[in-house]
């Protein structure tokens, strides 16, 4: 059976980049649907350039590999029994930019030494026996590095020493400062596959070592530990109230916010910031508009995979906002960063590094926090267009 699979999956990815479909005729089919279905919301630059991937694809993993996993899901508070929390070694130390972490417990997550955000929300994974598991980061209840890498300013101004990720909602007000750090954008080689393509997949932890071997990735690598992560994470049951899914090609990204949203009439809302990304600074906020279409919106984030998945789920009640801001040298710098901030954080973990970070508790004043580059927010279009 696992060869069969493995002949299956290998033979249409083979036919895809021998029909010259992967990065071109493929993805216009997905393109034309976005705009059939999304009339008024012009494509991201983050997902045409999914739907556009590298022309090289001759090598799966390496460039997939150089992605940094962001995961911004799974804020429940701790359950007892949780099989995940028996995790180790690279599995264990998969990396994260973990916003969205409020459990205590469960499966631990470390950052990759790489990124500029390294977060663990949860307190440090144990056994039944209650012994620390190998492969959390230091001896704190957090592992967590929200140092950005060290640049020069010119002009000589006082340097930030750190990057903002949870901030209050009185931040997202014209005139604030807020120090940032965004790093060059990545994504995996293959881009979005074509939907038929990556329904044939199958996207469940069982099926790993088959997927693993179709696409060329080393048993106990990075990126195989990174996939066994994202697997995990999708198949995780939500917490009370809670919507949650993994999407493998823009039509079911597009489909499914639309059916947890309820309605066909969404929009997307994402950042607008540079691919290569901005050295840490201060920026200013210059202008701030309420998106429109909560309390409870869809976020979804991009998840490490040779191929583009993305994991989505509600945001509980939240209120959204796009930021304009700018930096050091004014509009030269200029970003505009989608925000979310989390109204109720009573079901929260107690020691999710954000209350530690704003000095807040579960049900005190809202968590904030950027979407970054190629993350989006699906919101119901309460606008009303006209002819």
């Not at 955000?117 to 704190?140: H, I, M, V």
């Amino acid at each position: 059976m696992a060869r069969f699979l493995i002949a299956l999956l290998a033979a249409a990815l083979v036919a895809v980049q021998a029909g010259g479909q992967l990065g071109h005729a493929a993805p216009a089919t997905a393109e034309v649907f976005w705009r059939t279905v999304l009339p008024h919301s012009p494509l991201p630059d983050a997902i045409l350039r999914l739907l556009r991937p590298a022309a090289d694809t001759s090598s799966f993993v390496s460039k997939a590999e150089e992605r940094p996993p962001f995961d911004y899901q799974d804020y429940r508070r701790s359950s007892s029994g949780d099989g995940s929390s028996k995790r180790t070694g690279a599995a264990a130390r998969a990396g994260d930019f973990d916003y969205d972490d409020y459990r205590g417990g469960g499966e631990r997550r470390v950052a990759a030494a790489d990124t500029p955000f390294g977060y663990d929300y949860k307190a440090p994974s144990t056994n039944q026996a209650g012994e620390r598991l190998a492969g959390a980061a230091a001896d704190t209840p957090f592992g967590y590095d929200y140092k950005a890498p060290s640049t020069a300013m010119g002009g000589g101004q006082a340097e930030p020493t750190k990057t903002k990720v949870f901030f209050h909602e009185e931040s997202v007000r014209v005139g604030e400062r807020l120090p940032f750090h965004f790093p060059p954008a990545s994504a995996p080689a293959l881009g979005f596959l074509p939907r038929r393509v990556a329904d044939s997949v199958p996207f469940m932890a069982p099926a790993l070592p088959g997927v693993l071997a179709a696409f060329g990735v080393a048993p106990g690598s990075t990126m195989a530990s990174s996939m066994e992560a994202t697997l995990r994470a999708c198949e995780t049951p939500t917490m009370a109230g809670e919507s949650k899914f993994c999407a493998t090609s823009l039509e079911a990204l597009v489909e499914r916010a639309m059916g947890v949203l309820g309605t066909r009439d969404v929009r997307p809302v994402t950042s607008t910031l540079p691919r290569d990304g901005a050295p840490l600074q201060t920026y200013t906020v210059r202008a701030v508009q309420r998106v429109e279409g909560g309390p409870v919106f869809v976020a979804c984030h991009p998840e490490p995979f040779p191929y583009t998945v993305y994991r989505c789920h509600t945001t509980g009640p939240s209120r959204a906002y796009m930021v304009e801001m700018e930096g050091a040298r004014g509009a030269v710098d200029g970003v505009t960063i989608a925000t979310v901030c989390h109204t109720d954080t009573s079901m929260w973990n107690p020691e999710h590094i954000s209350f530690r970070l704003l000095g807040t508790k579960p049900g005190g004043t809202p968590v904030c926090h950027l979407m970054p580059y190629g993350h989006i927010i699906w919101a119901k279009n309460v606008k009303r267009w006209t002819a």
